[in-house]
T-cell receptor, first 114, second 114 residues
Framework: AQSVTQLDSQVPVFEEAPVELRCNYS??????LFWYVQYPNQGLQLLLK??????LVKGINGFEAEFNKSQTSFHLRKPSVHISDTAEYFC????????????FGQGTRLTINP | DADVTQTPRNRITKTGKRIMLECSQT?????MYWYRQDPGLGLRLIYY???????NKGEISDGYSVSRQAQAKFSLSLESAIPNQTALYFC?????????????FGPGTRLTVL
């Protein structure tokens, strides 16, 4: 069975500071990895995904994530955050074959302070 | 227009009442999913459907049932609502022929059971 752990439930940062949201996963097979963002009162929107190939993945809104197989991690980073990045961020894992089910982490609430 | 829509967006009901949440999609995807989101727990899969004739239980299906009326419609029912079913419910879709397991989410239904 797969599982995802997001190590921080809340991350407060100042505007224009860098941020890293941490995600570790557990799986006995190869995986696809995703980061979704949920803005207040909205549904989930895909930020980026890792399927294969280059371990550094670039997404929308200046975010990027690095897949580290040996550490089973997929941390999300942004070099300079903006007030509009305030949202909840979810890491998710899926097996490449089969039902395409997503297993989500608990979420990290990112708060940007001016 | 949104590709994945959910109705109602908000619902308050009483313990013991029957509730139906509806999801429609215009993406033409075969696969549809129902999740619930609780603070600190992320999203958990309730049911998923590969097509009209294929319904599968997810991680937390007890107390819920579903109906896939057409490729584009997937409804979630609470036969006798209880307070711990108070949550944010999301519908999602995916297309297996895309080979990337990306899911597309609706805006959510906030359900409160008193």
């Amino acid at each position: 069975a797969q599982s995802v752990t997001q190590l921080d439930s809340q991350v407060p940062v100042f505007e224009e500071a860098p941020v890293e949201l941490r995600c570790n996963y557990s799986s006995s097979v190869s995986v696809y990895l995703f980061w979704y963002v949920q803005y207040p009162n909205q549904g989930l929107q895909l930020l980026l995904k890792y399927l294969s190939g280059s371990t550094l993945v670039k997404g929308i809104n200046g975010f990027e994530a690095e897949f580290n197989k040996s550490q089973t991690s997929f941390h999300l980073r942004k070099p300079s955050v903006h007030i509009s990045d305030t949202a909840e961020y979810f890491c998710a894992v899926s097996e490449p074959q089969g039902a395409q089910k997503l297993v989500f982490g608990q979420g990290t609430r990112l708060t940007i302070n001016p | 227009d949104a590709d994945v829509t959910q109705t109602p967006r908000n619902r308050i009901t009483k313990t013991g009442k029957r509730i139906m949440l509806e999801c429609s999609q215009t993406k033409g995807h075969d696969r549809m999913y129902w999740y619930r989101q609780d603070p600190g727990l992320g999203l958990r899969l309730i049911y998923y459907s590969f097509d009209v004739k294929d319904i599968n239980k997810g991680e937390i299906s007890d107390g819920y049932s579903v109906s896939r009326q057409a490729q584009a419609k997937f409804s979630l029912s609470l036969e006798s609502a209880i307070p711990n079913q108070t949550a944010l419910y999301f519908c999602a879709t995916s297309e297996p022929r895309d080979y990337n397991n990306e899911q597309f989410f609706g805006p959510g239904t906030r359900l409160t059971v008193l």
